[in-house]
């Protein structure tokens, strides 16, 4: 699956000539640097790919044109992967690293799938810290798995990069010991009160496009300043589709513009 997905993102060239390397709270990591910095901070995506699959690598290209699009930084933490390391390995990755990064100015989170799902625990964790960030853009994440969906099983003819079924076995390999109304499993069920600025993304036709409606909707009615944008005909994770992508390039640039306006707040 790794190799698969490496294949598919990075094609026969291999690892992109983008991203320096680094390590932060003692994680490893990629740093996309802007062709010109004109904010102060930095942002951290947390990649995609079920907890099991993914890497800084694959994520290469929409982390530079997010870098690019709000004219900051963008790191990319190389978290550890399930099955070898079940929850809450990648929380505690996570968390490592945005702290690092926190030490030296204001932080913006992003994550696409489950690194959505990475990205809103982070960010929860941090506010129950006192150590918030500044905001947060979210990629069709993941975020409930006690059954409040319809679109999980509705959507799957539709969805040519998830499916319900495939989602649920890579949960069995990252969250053995957990249920399925843990808040860190379903964060719809943590107290959404606690987020930061947030943005999410999500196509029509994917598997998870209630999981970020439910989001959006309870963290609205609990306070938190949020948006949604609903793409008509895009598939999950479209983002890493940049720059061949129309629909990618417009998604990274409305969550640039909002996670720009709280770097600038």
């Known amino acids: 699956m790794r190799e698969a997905f490496a294949r598919l993102m990075l094609g026969a060239s291999g690892q992109p000539d983008l991203g320096t390397a680094e390590t932060l709270g003692g994680i490893d990591a990629l740093r996309v640097t802007p062709a010109e910095r004109t904010h102060e901070g930095t942002a951290v995506w947390l990649h995609g790919g079920g907890y099991v699959f993914g890497s800084p690598e694959t994520h290469l290209r929409p982390a530079a044109a997010l870098a690019e699009a709000l004219g900051v930084d963008v790191v990319l933490p190389r978290y550890r992967l399930a099955p070898e390391h079940p929850w809450p390995a990648q929380r505690d990755d996570a968390l490592a690293a945005v702290r690092a990064v926190q030490a030296n100015g204001p932080v913006v989170l992003a994550g696409d799938s489950a690194g959505g799902h990475l990205a809103l625990v982070t960010a929860l964790a941090l506010a129950d810290d006192d150590a918030p960030v500044r905001a947060l853009a979210l990629f069709s994440p993941n975020t409930d798995r006690t059954g409040q969906s319809h679109t999980r099983e509705a959507n799957m003819p539709r969805d040519p990069m ?33 987020l930061p600025r947030t943005h999410i993304e999500v196509g029509a036709r994917e598997v998870l496009l209630d999981d970020s409606r439910l989001l959006a909707g309870r963290a609205h009615a609990l306070g938190a300043a949020v948006s949604l944008h609903v793409e008509p005909r895009a598939f999950h994770m479209w983002q890493l589709w940049t720059p061949w992508l129309h629909e990618a390039d417009a998604s990274i640039a409305r969550a640039a513009a909002c996670l720009r306006e709280a770097l600038a707040a």
């Open 162 to 194: 998830n499916a319900d079924e495939d989602d649920r076995q890579l949960a069995a390999l990252t969250f053995p010991h957990h249920a399925d109304d843990d808040p860190e499993v379903s964060p719809l069920l943590a107290d959404l009160s606690r």
